[in-house]
T-cell receptor, first 114, second 111 residues
Framework: EAQVTQNPRYLITVTGKKLTVTCSQN?????MSWYRQDPGLGLRQIYY???????DKGDVPEGYKVSRKEKRNFPLILESPSPNQTSLYFC?????????????FGPGTRLTVT | GQNIDQPTEMTATEGAIVQINCTYQ??????LFWYQQHAGEAPTFLSY????GLEEKGRFSSFLSRSKGYSYLLLKELQMKDSASYLC????????????FGTGTRLQVFP
C-alpha cells in the first residue's frame, strides 16, 4: 500500500531533550516536506527536500533540522525542544517538485514539550 | 510574507451548494491547491489550479483568477461527510517548491 508513515504518532517530552521524528514513504517520491499545524495558524512549512541531499528552509525552520540521506526517509530533528514546539507535525511527499503533483500526507505526530 | 485569506467557518445544509473563497497576493504565484482535512486526520488532495478558469471533478470544482489573486472551491450536493476543514495552499515564489497554506475554512454540514 502506497503511504507515508511517521513515528512516533504521539510523544510527550521535556525541554531540551533531543528527539527525532521519522518519516518514510514507499512511493519513490522525490519531494518530501515537514509541516507543523497549530490552531489559528494553519499548516506551516518547516523544511522541504527536492531530492537526496537537497534540503531547504520553509517558513518556520528555527529550532529544527532535517536530513535526506536516502530517497525514502526524511527525519525531523529537534536538538533542544522547547514548549513552543508543541504542535501537530505532518510529513508529506509528492512525486516531483516544481509540478502540479499532489502531496501525500502522513498521519501526523502530536508532540508535547513540557 | 505571503498572506492567504479564507473565511474561518461556514455552515451549510445537506444537499446544498457552498462556495469557499481564498485570496492571496499575486506576486510570484505558481499554482494553487485545495486540500480537505477531517478533524484529527491528515490533509488529502482535492484540486490544483495553475491557469485561469474552472476545474471540475465530480461534486467538487475549483476556480482560479490569477489577475485577481482569487480562487474558490465549490462543493455541490453537500453530504454530511463533507464536514471538514478546507485548506487553500499557494506555491511561490516561482521555481521553488515552497507551499504556503491558509488557515483553513471549517465547514459544518447540517441535515
Amino acid at each position: 500500500e502506497a503511504q507515508v508513515t511517521q513515528n512516533p504518532r504521539y510523544l510527550i517530552t521535556v525541554t531540551g531533550k533531543k528527539l527525532t521524528v521519522t518519516c518514510s514513504q514507499n512511493m519513490n517520491h522525490e519531494y518530501m516536506s515537514w509541516y507543523r499545524q497549530d490552531p489559528g495558524l494553519g499548516l506551516r512549512q518547516i523544511y522541504y527536500s527536492m531530492n537526496v541531499e537537497v534540503t531547504d528552509k520553509g517558513d518556520v525552520p528555527e529550532g529544527y533540522k532535517v536530513s535526506r540521506k536516502e530517497k525514502r526517509n526524511f527525519p525531523l530533528i529537534l536538538e533542544s525542544p522547547s514548549p513552543n514546539q508543541t504542535s501537530l507535525y505532518f510529513c508529506a511527499s509528492s512525486l516531483l517538485a516544481l509540478s502540479s503533483y499532489e502531496q501525500y500526507f502522513g498521519p501526523g505526530t502530536r508532540l508535547t514539550v513540557t | 510574507g505571503q498572506n492567504i485569506d479564507q473565511p474561518t467557518e461556514m455552515t451549510a445544509t445537506e444537499g446544498a451548494i457552498v462556495q469557499i473563497n481564498c485570496t492571496y497576493q499575486t506576486s510570484g504565484f505558481n499554482g494553487l491547491f485545495w486540500y480537505q482535512q477531517h478533524a484529527g486526520e491528515a490533509p488529502t488532495f482535492l484540486s490544483y489550479n495553475v491557469l485561469d478558469g474552472l476545474e471540475e471533478k465530480g461534486r467538487f470544482s475549483s476556480f482560479l483568477s490569477r489577475s485577481k489573486g482569487y480562487s474558490y472551491l465549490l462543493l455541490k450536493e453537500l453530504q454530511m461527510k463533507d464536514s471538514a476543514s478546507y485548506l487553500c495552499a499557494v506555491r511561490f515564489p516561482y521555481n521553488t517548491d515552497k507551499l504556503i497554506f491558509g488557515t483553513g475554512t471549517r465547514l459544518q454540514v447540517f441535515p
